[in-house]
């Protein structure tokens, strides 16, 4: 047996850094920076390193400024070019670039030039040190309560930035785009108070698209919203945007509506009262959760589903809504000839008032009135309606007073859609040039849905076949439009038509006739 002793070699723990602390140097002296750098060198705070940026006049210093907007610290020399030098930049980064999250240490090797109660008031400084009291260890201290500071601030930004957007929602949270600021706002909160993590996705199993809610899969999970590496995932399902150990524990709190925390991430179960359950994810923790960490996320989960299933609700009303006005529209044009037709002026509808700048509201009122332009025909005799032959001039005329009959059974109601409906129903008939009816209106007096809804409505009747005419092509339709260019319609509107006649082919295509 040989007598050499063998030990056995140590385990290197390899240590996580997650990213850095900019800590930028300022001073004219060369040697100042060597020493800085060697007695910070092995700093670590919040599992990140310092990183080093050295300048060595006020100049070069409002230039890294300039360049670099996450500094945490700045060691500023007072005297450098000039006597006020670090004066100078200090006022450069509180009141010329409104920097007020850095954390300004003052450093002098002449304490007595600037008095140092008038500096701190004046100046917005956080620390004010005499280059010989600040030994290695006293270096450390100070910038640790800097760096805690400045984090602090940060976190403090963070909440004031998602409490601004869950104010800016909540004037209109039913609305989708403000439900969808609402909860980025809070995500951005609960994100910032679990100290900084950025990976957040919140995942539900209805996604707001163009099918109805109701035809979604309840079984599967949908990016809803997301910050960080899930943004711009939204209507992704869950197993195309996590994976491993990850999904597993996703399906696992889905599956037993509970909370599972781990050190890198954490999935909350957010319940449900419509049983549409959704899921809080958040990956990237800078550190391991507290009991405080733990209890917002729980209050955060039980509450947020509170509102979504608000907006779920709402949205199955419109639909629901937008449904029954489709449906008695349809059953109000009187023979299945029609077809799809009021479903195609809907949508030909919508494309133009997109293009001609009307809001997304005010599009979306125009495409729920729309269905009920010819709600008048209900008085109208069945007989003459469905005629073959040539009107008479006296049928003519009773078929006219559709407009009127229209308006006058909408005309009271107090709900912007329906006041919407009735001016569309009594005025769709009227010319740009006076010649139209019930009341002879041109021009601009007669109200934009009006005169979208007069365009939609010839355009799709002379592309499709009735009982008193063949179907027209696309050419010849468009050729009699561009005919009627100033006389029966908008001309704006017959120009954006003609602009736009490739999507609204597709609008006829996509949905002919039964």
């Not at 990183?51 to 890294?64: C, H, L, P």
């Not at 809610?213 to 960080?228: A, C, D, P, R, W």
């Not at 959760?289 to 947020?304: A, G, H, P, T």
Request: charged share 25%.
């Amino acid at each position: 047996m040989s007598d050499e002793i063998f030990f056995a070699e140590d385990d290197e723990v390899e240590v996580q850094f997650h990213g850095t602390w900019k800590v930028l140097i300022v001073d004219d002296e060369p040697e100042i920076h060597a020493v800085t750098k060697l007695a910070l060198g092995d700093f670590v705070f919040q599992d990140k390193r310092i990183e080093f940026i050295s300048v060595f006049n006020g100049a070069e210093a409002k230039k890294a400024f300039m360049e670099h907007d996450d500094i945490s610290v700045v060691l500023l020399d007072v005297v450098m070019e000039t006597d006020d030098a670090g004066l100078i930049v200090a006022n450069f980064i509180r009141n010329e670039i409104n920097n007020h999250f850095t954390r300004i240490i003052l450093r002098t090797g002449q304490p007595g030039q600037a008095p140092e109660r008038d500096v701190i008031v004046n100046y917005d400084i956080n620390d004010y040190k005499s280059k010989t009291e600040l030994t290695a260890q006293k270096l450390f201290s100070v910038v640790i309560a800097a760096l805690r500071s400045y984090h602090d601030i940060n976190v403090i930004e963070e909440n004031r930035k998602g409490l601004e957007k869950v104010i800016a929602a909540s004037a209109d949270i039913f609305t989708l785009q403000s439900f969808e600021s609402f909860i980025e706002g809070i995500v951005q909160q609960l994100s910032s108070l679990l100290g900084g993590t950025k990976d957040v996705a919140y995942l539900t199993s209805a996604v707001m698209g163009p099918k109805p809610i109701n035809q979604y899969n309840s079984t599967e999970l949908f990016v809803f919203t997301g910050k960080g590496e899930y943004e711009n995932k939204e209507g992704l399902r869950l197993e195309q945007v996590i994976s491993g150990p990850q999904l597993s524990s996703c399906m696992l709190a889905y599956a037993n509506k509970s909370l599972i925390y781990e050190d890198e991430y954490m999935v909350a179960y957010c319940d449900s009262k419509s049983k549409r359950g959704s899921l809080l994810y958040l990956s990237g923790l800078p550190s391991k959760l507290s009991q405080n960490d733990k209890k917002l996320i729980e209050l955060f989960s039980r509450n947020v589903q509170i509102a979504f299933d608000n907006i779920l609700f709402n949205k199955e009303l419109q639909e629901t809504q937008q449904e029954v006005i489709e449906r008695l529209g349809q059953a109000l044009e009187q023979s299945s000839e029609h077809g799809r037709h009021i479903l195609r002026i809907v949508k030909i509808s919508q494309i133009l008032a997109r293009e001609i700048g009307l809001s997304k509201e005010e599009s979306e009122t125009l495409g729920l009135a729309v269905p009920l332009h010819d709600v008048g025909k209900i008085k109208i005799p069945e007989n003459i309606l469905v005629k073959s032959e040539k009107l008479t001039p006296e049928e003519i005329e009773v078929i006219r007073q559709h407009a009127d009959f229209g308006y006058d059974l909408l005309k009271d109601s107090t709900r912007p859609l329906i006041k919407a409906a009735a001016l569309i129903a009594r005025d769709h008939h009227e010319y740009w040039d006076g010649n139209g009816y019930p009341r002879g209106k041109s021009g601009e007096s007669i109200h934009i849905y009006c005169r979208i809804t007069s365009l939609a409505d010839a355009y799709d009747v002379m592309r499709h076949k009735h009982s008193y005419q063949e179907a027209l092509s696309a050419e010849e339709s468009l050729r009699l439009v561009l005919e009627q260019k100033g006389k029966q319609f908008d001309p704006t509107l017959v120009r954006i038509l003609e602009e736009n006649i490739n999507k609204i082919e597709e609008v006829i295509t996509l949905y002919p006739d039964f």
